[in-house]
């Protein structure tokens, strides 16, 4: 499985960005998704994450209620809406698959496959 994430940019505080990621292999219900970011000299944090069917979501409080993940597996394609953007969201964004364990963990290592970022930028 290759991810391929797209969507940063450059906006305003109180605006809204759409990330995608688009998968190359099929990961229908095989894999749980998640958005984490890393901001410069920071860890990588999760952000939001979605099961394999979609029927359940995550968010961490910093997130909840501004961002929304949500996946069309037909599509092979992940989303993350982003509304009321602040510049604390400034970080790249990344996509990951989960094929094993529980169905979604803060711990970037216990994703199996990654996108290779698309930068948010959220000026003040």
């Known amino acids: 499985v290759q991810l391929q994430a797209s969507g940063g940019g450059l906006v305003q505080a109180g605006g809204s960005l759409r990330l995608s990621c688009v998968a190359s292999?099929?990961?229908?219900?095989?894999?749980?998704m998640a958005w984490f970011r890393q901001a410069p000299g920071e860890e990588r944090w999760i952000v939001a994450a979605?099961?394999?069917?979609?029927?359940?979501?995550y968010y961490p409080d910093s997130v909840k209620g501004r961002f929304t993940i949500s996946r069309d597996n037909a599509k092979n394609t992940l989303y993350l809406q982003m509304n009321s953007l602040k510049p604390e969201d400034t970080a790249v964004y990344y996509c990951?698959?989960?094929?094993?364990?529980?169905?979604?963990?803060?711990?970037?290592?216990?994703?199996?496959?990654w996108g290779q970022g698309t930068q948010v930028t959220v000026s003040s």
């Open positions: 990951a698959a989960k094929g094993s364990g529980t169905w979604y963990s803060i711990t970037p290592r216990s994703y199996d496959y």
């Open positions: 979605v099961s394999r069917t979609g029927s359940s979501t």
């Open positions: 292999g099929r990961i229908g219900s095989s894999y749980n």
